[in-house]
């Protein structure tokens, strides 16, 4: 059955595994001894068990209907983007804020198509670097700095 | 609230408050036009600079960019055939035929005095309102709060786009997102799996964030680059003439009620608003023969309601606490930053503040006028912008106001980590709405449970049969519901038997 294998099934499929687990967690000795309402785990309980029902009958409504997720153009480009945004996002605070943005800046520049090296540079180091001025001289909410230099 | 008033206009006239008002509109306008960035985001970007503002400034920039936003999006709407923001989109039927007859300026005259009219209506309603809805709920205790919580909750997924069920599960996930943390009554860890960044809970912001604007990139990365139309020939707005609007005020009047009577409605969004209107100016304006080939009727009945809809949408988030829509969420999350809480206890505690914001939000309808007459031109070339310069842009601006939320690495990675799960939902067809609105919800809705669990001495049954209030609340949670399953199995059965 194809329709078994569809993105929205399997993404569905994967909500409702989640929820499963997670409920599950919530009948450990962790939570024991609380009676009914002011037990921690008595409301998650319930939203959990609704999360579980709307899945399945989501999954049930998408193999009826047949529906399929519209295609991405370019896996590639959307992997390599959000890996840069992850580690930019991670890199933020150990680095500074300027040196993970003007390399983030450079990536995704590219991977939204442009070629020319010095518009690349111009933007990877003017608009970060206007942020860090910004924020950090004009606003006075410091930004991470580098573990090299306070300047940025 | 009407006492209040002098106080809150000596809050408003100093110089740091006016400038905001002024800097927040034209920052919404430019936002509002570039495709692709919407009022969400736009919102969701100046974030960070509120965190050196006061309150009432801090609320007021928020506000200004909201309307702001929503009025920009017709200029590209009008100028490029792509609407800047989802409300904009009935505005391209009529503005784009318009602006290829060589009355460009004439379309977006007729967007601008619709869009200004429709903001000052709904920012009077929003002043009259509102009040009253706060002290109606004033008597509310937590069975009845609890009652009008889910009543909230319901109509955002029942109007929410996409199917129902995907709705449901989507404000599903978002109250299940809100319980990660400390238990609010026992302080006991839950879900936390021995990571003791999660005791506090996932970061409404960062959640918000990544799962708007991140995921928005993320969505456009994935796309081919969309084509768009060449943009029509423009020298400056023409406001159209008095005379002009002989036949037309019905039209007028009647898109603004109906923005901001939709606005008022939890979850519906300017975007239905303005899709409703133009529907029903198609059926019952005198020149809805035209509509669709450049008839100022249809740009009006579009823009006087999506503007008409931000005040509307204000009217429960300020007075209740339950957003009127995406972006009144994100309001709602960085109002908490600020250390306000909205709800019915805030107009009580702090009329003047109150008083300062919607002086200023009518402030920021009249300055729609002169800022749209002198921006349009200048906002018309950056519609040239390339995308990729937008949304690298939007990616480093998240980036920074999640780091300025608590300055902890762990909500940038949930801010990453949401913006994933935004996408992936999206591509589903799961609404992105109802999820966020679950996570600002929840909280209280499970207190709320809890304490009326309590009162009701765990007899669930006795919170419809012991108080009139919610048991009628709870009655047209169940209509709310019923409905549209109603109209979803008739269109099932029509569409079998046809």
Same mark, same amino acid.
């Given at each position: 059955m194809p329709g078994l294998l569809s993105e929205r099934v399997m993404v569905l499929l994967a909500v409702l595994i989640a929820a499963a687990a997670l409920l599950s967690t919530?009948?450990?000795?962790?939570?024991?001894g609380l009676g009914a309402a002011q037990s921690p785990v008595f409301f998650p309980r319930i939203i959990l068990g609704v999360m579980i029902a709307l899945s399945l009958i989501a999954i049930v409504q998408d193999l009826m209907a047949g529906q399929r997720a519209e295609p991405v153009e370019h896996w590639l480009a959307l992997v390599v983007f959000v890996l840069a945004a992850l580690v930019f996002a991670n890199a933020i605070t150990r680095v500074g804020f300027l040196l993970s943005a003007a390399p983030f800046s450079v990536v995704a520049l590219a991977i939204f198509g442009f070629r020319h090296p010095l518009v690349i540079g111009v933007y990877a180091l003017a608009v970060p670097g206007s942020l860090v001025l910004l924020f950090n001289h004009v606003l006075k909410l410091p930004l991470p700095t580098s573990p090299f230099t306070h300047w940025f | 609230m009407l006492a209040a008033i002098p106080d809150a206009l000596a809050l408003l006239l100093t110089a740091e408050a006016l400038l905001t008002l002024l800097l927040g509109t034209v920052l919404g306008i430019v936002l509002g036009a570039m495709p692709g960035i919407g009022s969400t985001v736009a919102v969701a970007m100046v974030l960070p600079f509120t965190l050196s503002m006061g309150q009432a400034p801090a609320i007021l920039l928020l506000l200004a960019v909201y309307a702001g936003s929503v009025y920009g999006g017709s200029i590209s709407a009008i100028l490029i055939n792509t609407p800047g923001t989802p409300q904009s989109a009935a505005t391209c039927f009529d503005g784009y035929p318009m602006a290829q007859r060589g009355q460009a300026g004439q379309a977006l005259g007729w967007a601008t005095v619709a869009s200004v009219v429709g903001g000052l209506v709904s920012a009077v309603v929003l002043l009259l309102a509102a009040p009253q809805l706060a002290a109606l709920a004033l008597n509310f205790g937590p069975v009845e709060t609890f009652a009008l919580v889910l009543l909230g909750m319901t109509c955002i997924v029942s109007v929410s786009s996409g199917s129902l069920v995907k709705g449901l599960l989507a404000g599903a996930i978002g109250i299940f997102l809100a319980s990660v943390g400390g238990d609010p009554i026992t302080g006991q860890p839950r879900?936390?799996?021995?990571?003791?960044?999660l005791i506090s809970g996932f970061n409404l912001l960062a959640v918000v964030i990544g799962i708007f604007a991140l995921s928005e990139v993320f969505v456009r990365v994935g796309k081919k680059a969309a084509q768009v139309s060449e943009l029509a020939d423009f020298r400056g707005i023409v406001l159209p003439r008095w005379r002009a609007w002989a036949g037309r005020k019905k039209n007028l009047a009647k898109s603004v009620l109906i923005g901001n009577v939709i606005g008022v409605l939890? =979850?519906?969004g300017a975007a239905t608003a303005a899709f409703i209107s133009y529907a029903e100016g198609k059926r019952s304006s005198p020149n809805r023969a035209g509509y669709g080939s450049g008839e100022p009727d249809g740009i009006v009945s579009s823009e006087a309601a999506n503007n008409a809809v931000t005040g509307g949408a204000l009217v429960p988030t300020m007075?209740?606490?339950?957003? =009127?829509d995406a972006i009144t969420a994100v309001m709602l999350a960085t109002l908490t930053l600020h250390g306000i809480t909205p709800g019915f206890r805030l107009m009580e505690d702090n009329p003047t503040l109150i008083a300062a914001i919607f002086a200023g939000f009518f402030i920021i309808n009249l300055l729609l006028l002169p800022l749209g007459l002198a921006l349009s031109r200048i906002a018309a070339p950056i519609?040239?912008?390339?995308?990729g310069f937008m949304m690298t842009g939007v990616v480093l601006l998240c980036g920074v106001g999640i780091f300025f939320?608590? =300055?902890?690495?762990f909500e940038l990675l949930v801010m990453g980590l949401a913006g994933i799960l935004g996408f992936v939902l999206r591509r589903q067809g799961v609404p992105m709405a109802p999820l966020v609105i679950g996570m600002v919800l929840g909280p209280t809705l499970e207190l709320t449970l809890r304490q009326g669990l309590i009162l009701t001495r765990g007899d669930f049954t006795a919170f419809a049969t012991g108080y009139p209030i919610a048991g009628a609340l709870f009655a047209v949670t169940a209509l709310a519901l019923a409905v549209p399953l109603a109209r979803a199995v008739r269109a099932r059965a029509a569409t079998a038997q046809g």
């Amino acid at each position: 059955m194809p329709g078994l294998l569809s993105e929205r099934v399997m993404v569905l499929l994967a909500v409702l595994i989640a929820a499963a687990a997670l409920l599950s967690t919530t009948f450990t000795a962790e939570y024991a001894g609380l009676g009914a309402a002011q037990s921690p785990v008595f409301f998650p309980r319930i939203i959990l068990g609704v999360m579980i029902a709307l899945s399945l009958i989501a999954i049930v409504q998408d193999l009826m209907a047949g529906q399929r997720a519209e295609p991405v153009e370019h896996w590639l480009a959307l992997v390599v983007f959000v890996l840069a945004a992850l580690v930019f996002a991670n890199a933020i605070t150990r680095v500074g804020f300027l040196l993970s943005a003007a390399p983030f800046s450079v990536v995704a520049l590219a991977i939204f198509g442009f070629r020319h090296p010095l518009v690349i540079g111009v933007y990877a180091l003017a608009v970060p670097g206007s942020l860090v001025l910004l924020f950090n001289h004009v606003l006075k909410l410091p930004l991470p700095t580098s573990p090299f230099t306070h300047w940025f | 609230m009407l006492a209040a008033i002098p106080d809150a206009l000596a809050l408003l006239l100093t110089a740091e408050a006016l400038l905001t008002l002024l800097l927040g509109t034209v920052l919404g306008i430019v936002l509002g036009a570039m495709p692709g960035i919407g009022s969400t985001v736009a919102v969701a970007m100046v974030l960070p600079f509120t965190l050196s503002m006061g309150q009432a400034p801090a609320i007021l920039l928020l506000l200004a960019v909201y309307a702001g936003s929503v009025y920009g999006g017709s200029i590209s709407a009008i100028l490029i055939n792509t609407p800047g923001t989802p409300q904009s989109a009935a505005t391209c039927f009529d503005g784009y035929p318009m602006a290829q007859r060589g009355q460009a300026g004439q379309a977006l005259g007729w967007a601008t005095v619709a869009s200004v009219v429709g903001g000052l209506v709904s920012a009077v309603v929003l002043l009259l309102a509102a009040p009253q809805l706060a002290a109606l709920a004033l008597n509310f205790g937590p069975v009845e709060t609890f009652a009008l919580v889910l009543l909230g909750m319901t109509c955002i997924v029942s109007v929410s786009s996409g199917s129902l069920v995907k709705g449901l599960l989507a404000g599903a996930i978002g109250i299940f997102l809100a319980s990660v943390g400390g238990d609010p009554i026992t302080g006991q860890p839950r879900f936390t799996f021995g990571n003791w960044q999660l005791i506090s809970g996932f970061n409404l912001l960062a959640v918000v964030i990544g799962i708007f604007a991140l995921s928005e990139v993320f969505v456009r990365v994935g796309k081919k680059a969309a084509q768009v139309s060449e943009l029509a020939d423009f020298r400056g707005i023409v406001l159209p003439r008095w005379r002009a609007w002989a036949g037309r005020k019905k039209n007028l009047a009647k898109s603004v009620l109906i923005g901001n009577v939709i606005g008022v409605l939890p =979850g519906t969004g300017a975007a239905t608003a303005a899709f409703i209107s133009y529907a029903e100016g198609k059926r019952s304006s005198p020149n809805r023969a035209g509509y669709g080939s450049g008839e100022p009727d249809g740009i009006v009945s579009s823009e006087a309601a999506n503007n008409a809809v931000t005040g509307g949408a204000l009217v429960p988030t300020m007075a209740l606490g339950i957003p =009127g829509d995406a972006i009144t969420a994100v309001m709602l999350a960085t109002l908490t930053l600020h250390g306000i809480t909205p709800g019915f206890r805030l107009m009580e505690d702090n009329p003047t503040l109150i008083a300062a914001i919607f002086a200023g939000f009518f402030i920021i309808n009249l300055l729609l006028l002169p800022l749209g007459l002198a921006l349009s031109r200048i906002a018309a070339p950056i519609l040239r912008m390339r995308e990729g310069f937008m949304m690298t842009g939007v990616v480093l601006l998240c980036g920074v106001g999640i780091f300025f939320v608590r =300055g902890n690495p762990f909500e940038l990675l949930v801010m990453g980590l949401a913006g994933i799960l935004g996408f992936v939902l999206r591509r589903q067809g799961v609404p992105m709405a109802p999820l966020v609105i679950g996570m600002v919800l929840g909280p209280t809705l499970e207190l709320t449970l809890r304490q009326g669990l309590i009162l009701t001495r765990g007899d669930f049954t006795a919170f419809a049969t012991g108080y009139p209030i919610a048991g009628a609340l709870f009655a047209v949670t169940a209509l709310a519901l019923a409905v549209p399953l109603a109209r979803a199995v008739r269109a099932r059965a029509a569409t079998a038997q046809g």
